[in-house]
């Protein structure tokens, strides 16, 4: 049975279509992935309340009417850390055009959460979210992520990670919905 040799056309030929199989499959898998934190958009935004770490309760649902920015971060997170900067002079240019913003934190210890927040120099509050009810229901799966939620409570973008290219594509998109 020579078509069972590596090196005979037949056998090659067989390798490369389940090897097409196995890269279409892959790819099919990482197309999924790459979807599930964006399953929201397009949908209403989950309500939510949470307690501040300074301060008292938040509730989304009390923002309608707004374009909220919603910035999921840990304390363990450097790049968190930069992009609440970056949100906070974001927050000062457009608060009167009706935004409002929350930080949600993910840390298991809220006492390492609250000094983090403290120490953060930020206007917008910061949310505790110890239980992770809130980042579930927003499928956070990387940090930090921020996402954008319309007048109407509908979330439209969501941005995974921080760099310089992520802020100028977070304000554009920011923009876009402060003009609607």
Not at 54 to 72: D, I, K, Q, W
Not at 84 to 113: C, E, K, W
Request: proline share 5%; glycine share 6%.
């Amino acid at each position: 049975m020579s078509w069972q040799r590596p090196n005979h056309p037949v056998w090659r030929e067989v390798a490369q279509r389940w090897l097409r199989v196995a890269v279409i499959a892959l790819g099919c898998s990482a197309a999924v992935q790459a979807e599930l934190p964006y399953a929201l958009i397009g949908q209403s935004a989950p309500d939510f309340a949470l307690r501040a770490a300074v301060g008292g309760n938040a509730r989304l649902s009390e923002h309608r009417g707004e374009v909220v920015v919603l910035s999921f971060w840990s304390s363990r997170c450097t790049p968190c850390r930069t992009q609440l900067a970056a949100l906070n002079r974001s927050l000062t240019t457009y608060h009167s055009a009706g935004l409002a913003m929350f930080g949600i934190g993910v840390d298991d210890d809220p006492a390492q959460a609250r000094d983090f927040a403290r120490s953060a120099s930020v206007s917008f509050e910061l949310l505790l979210d110890p239980a992770k009810g809130v980042s579930r229901s927003y499928q956070v799966d990387n940090l930090p992520m921020t996402v954008l939620i319309d007048r109407s409570g509908t979330v439209r973008t969501v941005l995974r990670d921080y760099s310089p290219e992520s802020e100028q594509l977070y304000l554009q998109q920011l923009r876009a919905l402060l003009n609607e």
